[in-house]
Structure formats: structure tokens, C-alpha cells
């Protein structure tokens, strides 16, 4: 897969406002999430947040840990600062916004 494609791909797993809402708030939380919390969080039921996680799993976003019964996510920051590096390449430093 060439360059193009692979953000493209990136860029379509961001593309739902649910799936940004999601990383957002892994983000913000700094730690692992399981379902439950998250659906709660964002006010959804826990089946879309699971379809959402594995589009954002498929992606490489995010990552899943089972404690127990249940799996908490959390983002792969490995996997996001690859994506950053490929955005930064590809669409050069005007693209990417550094905090």
C-alpha cells in the first residue's frame, strides 16, 4: 500500500464524529478504558462503542488489554506517532499541529 492509501485509510478511520470522540477521550483520560465506561462517557450504547473501537483497532488507534472479563483500550502512541511521522512526509509541516 502506498502512502496515499495508508492515510487515506487513516483518515477514514477518524472520519465519524463517535470514532474522534472516542480517541479524544483516551486522550484526555491517559489510561485504559473498558466499553462500559466509554458508552457511558459518550452517552451511546455500549454495541456502537464496540463497533467503533474495532474500526479504530483495524486502524491502529487503539489497543486492548483484557483485565478479567472485560478488555480496557487505550491508544497505541507507537502506532499514532508512526501516523504523525507518515502525515508530516507525505503533506509536509503545515498539515501536522504539534501542542
Known amino acids: 500500500m502506498n502512502k496515499i492509501q495508508e492515510l487515506s485509510e487513516v483518515f477514514k478511520a477518524l472520519s465519524d464524529p463517535t470514532r474522534l470522540r472516542l480517541v479524544k477521550l483516551l486522550s484526555d483520560h491517559k489510561g485504559a478504558l473498558c466499553v462500559n465506561a466509554l458508552a457511558r462517557e459518550l452517552n451511546v450504547t455500549q454495541s456502537a462503542v464496540s463497533q467503533h473501537l474495532r ?17 480496557h483500550y487505550s491508544l497505541d502512541q507507537d502506532r499514532l506517532e508512526q501516523y504523525k511521522s507518515r502525515i508530516l512526509e507525505t503533506l509536509g509541516e503545515d498539515f501536522v499541529v504539534s501542542r
Open 55 to 71: 474500526v479504530l483497532r483495524q486502524a491502529g488507534f487503539v489497543k486492548g488489554d483484557r483485565r478479567g472479563s472485560s478488555v
